[in-house]
């Protein structure tokens, strides 16, 4: 599986922005999606997850973007999306996208996830 991220830039404090990851290579067998992002200085974190299972999808976040965030997927074009709202300084990051072959359990966990993508910046100024 191979996995392209577009869409970050440079915004301003309380500006919004929509992350996207193409998917392409043996996509079925993906079970669970997520976005995590790494500051300067700082370990990669966990900011938001889809898990598809046979019960339906359910999603996750990080408490930090909570209510700001929404992340979902078009499975017809393989697509996965993090919309940013109410963006804030400390949300400046490269964001990744993660597909992991995995489904339930520790989603928040960066090794639970088997592909990445190569990263695309958010800066957020105050």
């Known amino acids: 599986v191979q996995l392209v991220e577009s869409g970050g830039g440079l915004v301003q404090a309380g500006g919004s922005l929509r992350l996207s990851c193409a998917a392409s290579?043996?996509?079925?067998?993906?079970?669970?999606v997520g976005w995590f992002r790494q500051a300067p200085g700082k370990e990669r974190e966990f900011v938001a997850a889809i898990i598809i299972s046979s019960l339906g999808r359910r999603t996750y976040y990080a408490d930090s973007v909570k209510g700001r965030f929404t992340i979902s997927r078009d499975n017809a074009e393989n697509t996965l999306y993090l919309q940013m709202n109410s963006l804030k300084p400390e949300d400046t990051a490269v964001y990744f996208c993660?597909?992991?072959?995995?489904?339930?359990?520790?989603?928040?966990?960066?090794?639970?996830?088997?592909?990445w993508g190569q990263g695309t910046q958010v800066t957020v100024s105050s």
């Open positions: 993660a597909a992991s072959v995995y489904d339930g359990g520790q989603y928040y966990s960066r090794g639970r996830y088997n592909y």
């Open positions: 290579g043996r996509t079925s067998s993906v079970q669970t």
